[in-house]
C-alpha cells in the first residue's frame, strides 16, 4: 500500500507518532477529502473491501465510497503506522422500524491509544470530524452536532446525538474485534437490496471545517455554520458539473 501517496491525497505529513493527536489529524483530514459516496451502487459497479482496490478507487481515481470501503481503508493506513486498531460491528438506530438495524450493518473502527478506546469512523455521511473517546457520559461536538457516550457493558456502547436537545440513541457499538468476511453478507445487501437508500438515489457528502456539502440526484445541499442553502436542478448534465467542481478537485474545494 502506498502510504505516502495517502497523505499526500488528504493534505497532511505522515505522522511520525502513534497519539492521540496524530490520529485525530488523519481522521479529520480524512473527512475533509474522502466524501462519502454511493455512486458505484448507482451504476450497477460491484464493491471490494479489498486494501488495493479500495487504494485504486478513493486515492488513485479521486473516489469516496461507504463505510466498508472508507474505514477498511482507513484501518489500513493505521496499521501500516503501527496504531493499535481494529474494525468492529456497529449498527444504526433505525427510526422508521424503532429498532437498531441487524450486526455488521456498519464497520467502524476502535483504536486503543495509551489504554483508552476510541471509535474512528469515516463511513458516515455527515459524521464527526474526529475520533470520540469511548468513556460513559464522554460529551464531544463540532460543526456536524453534538456527540454523547453511554457505556452499557464491557463491550458494548451507544453513541447519541443531540437533536433539538434531546439525546437520540445514534449508533450501537460492539468493540469485539471483527474479520471482514463477516461483514460481506450486509455489505452486498447494500449494493443490491432496493430496500436500502444506497440502491436509489445518488448520495454524495464530505464534510467541511463549519458544515458539510451533500449533492443529490436533484439537489446541492450546503450547511455552512449551521446556515443552510439548497440548489435545486433538473438535468444530468447539471449534476455533473457540480459534482466535478465541488467533488473531483478536492485539493481546492475540501474546505468549500
Not at 6 to 24: C, D, M, N, Q, V
Not at 28 to 34: C, E, G, P
Not at 164 to 187: G, M, R
Amino acid at each position: 500500500m502506498d502510504i505516502e501517496r495517502y497523505f499526500e491525497h488528504i493534505g497532511i505529513k505522515k505522522p511520525t507518532s502513534t497519539s492521540f493527536e496524530a490520529l485525530k489529524e488523519i481522521h479529520k483530514s480524512h473527512l475533509l477529502t474522502v466524501p462519502f459516496e454511493n455512486l458505484d451502487i448507482i451504476n450497477g459497479e460491484p464493491l471490494s473491501m479489498e486494501p488495493t482496490f479500495i487504494m485504486n478507487k478513493i486515492i488513485y481515481n479521486n473516489r469516496g465510497g461507504i463505510c466498508f470501503e472508507t474505514n477498511t481503508l482507513l484501518a489500513n493506513i493505521l496499521n501500516e503506522l503501527g496504531f493499535n486498531v481494529q474494525t468492529v460491528s456497529a449498527k444504526f438506530w433505525n427510526d422508521e422500524k424503532q429498532e437498531w438495524n441487524p450486526d455488521f450493518s456498519h464497520l467502524a473502527l476502535i483504536v486503543r491509544i495509551e489504554g483508552y478506546l476510541y471509535l474512528a469512523d469515516v463511513g458516515v455521511g455527515g459524521g464527526f470530524l474526529e475520533p470520540i473517546l469511548l468513556e460513559h457520559n464522554h460529551e464531544y461536538s463540532d460543526s456536524n452536532g453534538a456527540y454523547r457516550v453511554i457505556n452499557i457493558t464491557d463491550t458494548t456502547y451507544i453513541l447519541q446525538k443531540l437533536e433539538e436537545l434531546i439525546w437520540k440513541d445514534l449508533l450501537f457499538i460492539s468493540t469485539e474485534c471483527k474479520q471482514l468476511h463477516q461483514f460481506e453478507e450486509q455489505f452486498l445487501y447494500y449494493q443490491t437490496s432496493d430496500e436500502t437508500i444506497f440502491t436509489k438515489n445518488k448520495i454524495v457528502n464530505r464534510l467541511t471545517n463549519d458544515g458539510r456539502i451533500t449533492l443529490s440526484d436533484h439537489q446541492l445541499k450546503i450547511t455552512k455554520n449551521h446556515i443552510v442553502t439548497i440548489t435545486e436542478f433538473d438535468s444530468e448534465e447539471e449534476w455533473l458539473k457540480i459534482y466535478n467542481d465541488i467533488f473531483q478537485p478536492s485539493k481546492s474545494c475540501k474546505n468549500v
